[in-house]
């Protein structure tokens, strides 16, 4: 074996090992800790009280055993786990993302539902309001059954009536243009408050008080408008002015209009008049 003196060179970290080794100092290969490390240059400065040119030997050893034991330390957990915490950071912009979503969807839903409750209150009191007016009006000496049934009406009885009235002030209208079909209700909402004015501006004669109150997508696709009054319902309804209401609104649109299925039974196919019975 080659004795490195005090002028070798220490190529590698195997000859710092060798060099250690031979001055009676053994640091591990692999797995070297600080207290290790600590009792080698305890050791070390325990040899003489002032460094030689052997002492220096041995400390150019030891820095070559530390260097090459941080070189081929693993890497840290951040350094690791790094694709890993990018990924995580993603989903949870995600999340919150899709928790915005649904936050706005939840509040759109519930100012529908509070618009909705608000009109049938409204217009359950008006029906309330108008039947009590007639009945105190037109008080006979002798009242009728019909004017008895309408004093003090159930409530039930009312909400019924209200039903019926908020029936009629509704407009369906259904459309195949995807740019409408993707607008929310709000949306068409406005949509349809902003297509009356601009009838208004044309110089449109409309009811003073017309005003889309509210909108709601159907099953089938068509789209339910309920206007201020019946009024305004029956007005748009017009042939001419829903003409004009969708060549603004959307030109695929058309209004569905209310049917009513009936059944008539035992309905004559044939008619002899020449007998007495058929007259």
């Given at each position: ?14 000859d710092a090992?060798a060099?250690?080794c ?5 640091i ?29 030997e ?29 990924r995580l ?12 979503i649904l936050?706005n ?6 100012d ?18 108008t ?5 105190a ?24 009536l209200?039903?019926s ?20 209700e ?14 208004k ?14 909108a709601?997508k159907?099953r089938?696709?068509?789209i ?13 309804k017009?042939?001419?002015?829903r003409q004009?209401f969708?060549s603004n609104?959307d030109?695929?649109?058309?209004f ?20 007495i019975l058929?007259?």
């Amino acid at each position: 074996m080659n004795t490195l003196g005090p002028t070798s060179v220490l190529k590698n970290v195997a000859d710092a090992h060798a060099s250690l080794c031979r001055f009676g100092l053994k640091i591990p290969e692999s797995g070297i800790s600080l207290q290790m490390a600590s009792s080698a240059l305890l050791e070390f400065t325990t040899l003489a009280p002032s460094l030689t040119v052997l002492q220096i030997e041995i400390l150019c050893a030891i820095v070559c055993v530390f260097d090459h034991t941080i070189e081929i330390q693993p890497q840290g957990p951040q350094t690791l786990l790094g694709d890993q915490l990018l990924r995580l950071d993603d989903i949870i912009k995600q999340q919150e993302t899709q928790a915005i979503i649904l936050t706005n969807l939840t509040s759109e839903i519930k100012d529908s539902i509070d618009m909705s409750t608000e009109n049938l209150d409204r217009i359950v009191e008006k029906v309330n309001t108008t039947i009590q007016d007639t009945s105190a009006q037109s008080e006979p000496s002798r009242p009728t059954y019909a004017a008895t049934t309408k004093i003090n009406i159930p409530r039930i009885h009312a909400g019924v009536l209200a039903k019926s009235e908020a029936a009629n002030q509704l407009v369906i209208i259904k459309s195949s243009s995807p740019s409408t079909q993707e607008l929310s209700e709000k949306e068409l909402i406005a949509k349809a408050n902003m297509v009356i004015s601009l009838l208004k501006d044309s110089g449109t004669e409309t009811p003073d008080d017309i005003l889309f109150l509210s909108a709601r997508k159907l099953r089938s696709g068509a789209i339910s408008f309920e206007l201020d009054s019946a009024e305004s319902a029956n007005w748009l309804k017009g042939y001419s002015r829903r003409q004009e209401f969708l060549s603004n609104f959307d030109v695929n649109a058309f209004f569905i209009d209310k049917t009513y299925h009936l059944v008539a039974e035992f309905v004559p196919i044939s008619l002899t008049t020449t007998e007495i019975l058929t007259l």
